[in-house]
């Protein structure tokens, strides 16, 4: 019995998974706590959604801030019409819904910064899901006699999708870990610093207490020290 490629696609829910986070195809992370990909520049179909989703977004901040235009209008100039009091209204609600707006893509923006390296490896695992369906497509017209059986070599092709499969679940772990712990990377020479400084302080204490009870306690110590430095040593490779 033939493997079935499908098998092998890595879906959304696979990915949000690996990644942590919600993911689609023009959001990673949501609409409000994550960014757009940059892929969606790239297909007219994702372009198309993306700018529903702005207009969307733009009428549900009008609704919330209605009540800042009452607000605002509920005590009119002596004299000023209801037409001029009603333009005054609509200004004052777009005026700070266009606000919250850009503010809204601005935050999309800069988010994007720091979730760029997973949208490339999304990217790369849509490529892939792509040649998965090209494979299935290959085998429904071979199964009609539209292509001939050998056209490809099918187990060569799964094995190697296999692989790049595994590959690419292992960047998304990777990815992942190293986004969730960018403040412990950040600080990583403050770390190494207080790590040797610490070190320096148990070679002074053990060459001190070298003949006391506490000699040997101090001696582990320094071993643990020197693993722990080790290992973050490894880390920052």
Known sequence: MQSDPKDLRIDEGELETLSGLDINDIFV??????????????????????????????????????PIGFILTQNPTPGMGEIHRALQFLTINLSVAGVLMLGWNFYLWN???????????????????????????????????H????????????????????SLICALMTEKILRQHKSFIARRHELFTNIENNLL???????????????????????IGMSVYKEVKKLQN
């Open 147 to 166: 292509l001939p059986a050998n056209l490809i070599n099918r187990d060569e092709v799964l094995q190697v999708l296999q692989v790049t499969r595994e």
């Open 29 to 66: 992370g949501g609409i409000f706590g994550g960014t757009y990909r940059p892929s969606v520049w790239r297909n007219s179909k994702k372009l198309f959604f993306f700018f529903l989703t702005e207009i969307s977004v733009f009428v549900l901040i009008l609704v919330f801030t209605l």
């Open 111 to 145: 988010k994007q910064k720091s979730l760029a390296p997973l949208a490339k490896l999304l990217d790369e695992v849509d490529k892939y899901n792509e040649v998965i369906k090209a494979v299935e497509i290959i085998d429904k017209l071979a199964a009609v006699g």
């Open 201 to 223: 302080t148990l070679r002074t204490l053990e060459v001190n207490s070298q003949a006391s009870e506490y000699g040997q306690l101090l001696n582990e110590a320094l071993q």
